[in-house]
T-cell receptor, first 115, second 115 residues
């Protein structure tokens, strides 16, 4: 079974609008962390935001926020006020603390921001 | 160093040859991870080193793949008898420890092409 599922292979958004990238996860470990990474065409992996399973509030980092719905096992990334530089691949990842420190990644969503 | 360094950045090899990929993590980072990213795909976990513990090799796709980490620092990923399906970008990451706020820093990757 897929641990991390990103159902949107590609997304388009108009510049300055908000966009939500979906991520669902599957784990029986009560202690886990959820991460979002951005990968531009240059290939580098850029950390965006982190949410711990015990965190009471949704994580926010500037224009990025994580809509964490624990009962639904979803951790959607919301990007507000999209910019042309946001065009990239976005990966959701999970670390289960009983499985050590490794991150398990989803297949990614390619976001294109239109001017 | 300031970041995770990987070498070579590009490698073209003939089918059946052995290759070695090198990762130099951030100084002091105790955990080191290898991932593989095929074209247009997510990151596939390969192997994980944490301090002096036995590595988690659960992601290695076959016994042609092996990795070692000398002196708790530099790591080498070796692929023996390379096959065309081994063509991918191999990414290395390091982190300070297993704590939830420990970010993962990725290298720029080695693009391996098997011809």
């Amino acid at each position: 079974a897929q641990k991390i599922t990103q159902t949107q292979p590609g997304m388009f958004v108009q510049e300055k609008e908000a966009v939500t990238l979906d991520c669902t996860y599957d784990t029986s470990d009560p202690s886990y962390g959820l991460f979002w990474y951005k990968q531009p065409s240059s290939g580098e992996m850029i950390f965006l935001i982190y949410q711990g399973s015990y965190d009471q509030q949704n994580a926010t980092e500037g224009r990025y926020s994580l809509n964490f719905q624990k009962a639904r096992k979803s951790a959607n990334l919301v990007i507000s006020a999209s910019q042309l530089g946001d065009s990239a691949m976005y990966f959701c990842a999970m670390r289960e603390y009983n499985q050590g420190g490794k991150l398990i990644f989803g297949q990614g969503t390619e976001l294109s921001v239109k001017p | 160093g300031a970041g995770v360094s990987q070498s070579p950045s590009n490698k073209v090899t003939e089918k059946g040859k052995d290759v070695e990929l090198r990762c130099d993590p951030i100084s002091g980072h105790t955990a080191l991870y290898w991932y593989r990213q095929s074209l247009g795909q997510g990151l596939e976990f390969l192997i994980y080193f944490q301090g002096n513990s036995a590595p988690d090799k659960s992601g290695l796709p076959s016994d042609r793949f092996s990795a070692e980490r000398t002196g708790g620092s530099v790591s080498t990923l070796t692929i023996q008898r390379t096959q065309q399906e081994d063509s991918a970008v191999y990414l290395c990451a390091s982190s300070l420890d297993r704590g939830p706020l420990s970010g993962y820093t990725f290298g720029s990757g080695t693009r391996l092409t098997v011809v």
